[in-house]
């Protein structure tokens, strides 16, 4: 957002420097369970973006003053590794990923059903292997799989993706250059079956016009995401659920 | 056997997937929301007449009064002791829910941190606190043979269709097993065919959801069970 370049982020054909269109989101690959020693996992690819989630839970909420007699917390923790960027990143928590911890939690908080664990906590960890622009949206997009591969009670899953303008185009699924140096960046959270947005930021400048252009290009995208997802957890269950047995 | 054809196709849902949109009852693991049923996690479609619900594969042990578990002592207190039984909530076992007279303060001589208790949820109230009981016929503590933990959606397979599986991992091995509620399983007898049920506990829950599991666990202990019966 800040940069300047003299790179053209889209050229006279529509045509984006990784070869997209403005609508087109980067390749994702997600599959779920794929560490043993967490009760849920997922790891998911956005482009040149690698991201692992981990969920634990439900479990004895600790510290103690976090629990909620009423509903389970969910906790979040959103980390990059070191080698994430092309900089080292100086590892442990900082005010970014405090933020990005918070809002990923708050999302989940509108799905899982956290009134049935009532002063339980759900630990949710988001590990950024690679960055590329967009990871918070691959986080949240790897941590709601992880969730539902835990078998924790939710309303639906959440997939996330980002909308946002370079070059005066509004695009769909930022990459890195597009996202330092372009105009705006709107990562997007939904709850498919109801539409309801459940993460909303926006960093940079955009028309009212833009704005609703790059939301519609969001949540278009957002329920293919929703299908991989479905398609990850079901492809991990697959063989068991052909080989399904009827006894009790 | 023939059966299992006629019985419509068990359906993998996952969270957020309608159920039934004609006015059925909510389920187990489902949730409703303008009048239609949703699945609230990952698991099998299952119709009952009690309402359209989900059996998950997946999840953390919810303790249910009257379910029996086996739990692990935790934390000793002058007049309770707290046990593990794999729930997302501490369960306290107060002195006066052991079949034995103990003083204020003198918990420590009857059971310790690490000691084995078969135990029965008494209760779980609103806000899920528990209560567990060693108050009833059979309920005690645990000495010698060995525990397996196995994921506690995978218990009914480890008993079977009426105890069908359990009868014959018993009769085959002539080994005590208890199976807790909560996944965890006990089985007392000789070193070899302790070891061969407790393996053959884990080949249930990896290949919990194919067919035909009882023959081939009972073709398994065959080969696994040393020859002795003569």
Redo the contacts between chains.
């Keep these: 957002m800040s940069g300047h370049t003299d790179m053209v982020l889209v050229d006279d054909n529509g045509m984006r420097i990784d070869g997209r269109t403005a609508t087109e989101h980067r390749p994702i690959k997600i599959e779920a369970g794929v560490l043993k020693n967490a009760d849920g996992s997922a790891y998911v690819e956005i482009g040149k973006n690698k991201v692992l989630a981990a969920v634990y839970g439900p479990r004895e909420c600790h510290p103690r003053h976090l629990q909620d007699p009423n509903k389970a917390v969910i906790q979040c923790k959103y980390n990059m590794q070191a080698f994430s960027v092309s900089d080292r990143k100086r590892p442990g928590t900082d005010r970014r990923s405090i933020e990005i911890s918070k809002i990923t939690a708050e999302a989940l908080e509108n799905v899982v059903l956290t009134e049935l664990y009532p002063r339980a906590s759900i630990d949710v960890y988001i590990e950024i292997l690679q960055a590329n622009a967009g990871t918070r949206c691959a986080g949240l997009t790897a941590a709601s799989v992880a969730l539902a591969d835990a078998g924790i009670p939710m309303r639906d899953i959440v997939p996330a993706i980002a909308a946002g303008k370079a070059d005066g185009h509004v695009l769909l699924d930022l990459n890195k250059e597009e996202d330092n140096y372009g105009q705006a960046d709107v990562p997007i959270a939904l709850v498919p079956s109801t539409d309801e947005i459940v993460l909303l930021q926006m960093d940079g400048n955009m028309t009212r016009e833009e704005f609703d252009r790059a939301i519609s290009l969001a949540v278009n995208a957002c329920h293919e995401v929703y299908d991989l997802q479905k398609d990850a957890l079901k492809r991990r269950y697959a063989v068991k659920k052909e080989e399904a047995e009827s006894d009790e | 056997m023939e059966r ?1 054809n006629a ?1 419509p196709k ?1 359906e ?1 849902v ?3 997937d309608l159920l039934d949109s004609t006015g059925a009852k909510v389920g187990e ?1 489902a ?1 409703e ?1 303008d009048g239609n049923v ?1 699945a ?5 479609k299952n119709v009952t007449p009690a309402g359209v619900g989900v059996i ?5 042990y919810m303790p249910v009064a009257g379910d029996l578990v086996i739990g692990t002592i935790n934390d000793i207190g002058p007049s309770n002791w707290m046990v593990d039984i794999n729930a ?3 369960a306290p076992l107060h002195v006066s829910e052991v079949p034995w007279k103990v003083e204020f303060g003198d918990t420590s001589r009857f059971l310790n941190i690490g000691d084995v208790v078969l135990l029965k949820v008494l209760s779980v109230d609103e ?2 606190k528990i209560q567990v009981t060693m108050n009833d016929a059979g309920l005690r503590k645990i000495e010698g043979g060995m525990l397996v933990e196995i994921s506690h ?1 995978k218990v ?2 480890v ?3 009426s105890g069908s599986m359990i009868q014959m991992l018993k009769n085959m091995s002539d080994c005590r097993i208890t199976v807790g509620q909560n996944g965890r399983i006990w089985i007392d007898g000789e070193g070899e065919s302790a070891e061969a049920v407790a393996d053959a506990i884990k080949m249930i829950e990896e290949e ?6 009882t023959e081939r666990i009972k073709e398994f202990l065959e080969k696994r069970l040393p020859a002795e019966e003569e």
């Design positions: 299992r019985k068990r993998l996952l969270p957020g693991y949730y929301r949703y609230a996690v990952l698991g099998i998950p594969l997946h999840g953390q997302p909530y501490p806000s899920k959606t009914s397979r008993i079977g269709k919990a959801q194919s067919h035909n599991l």
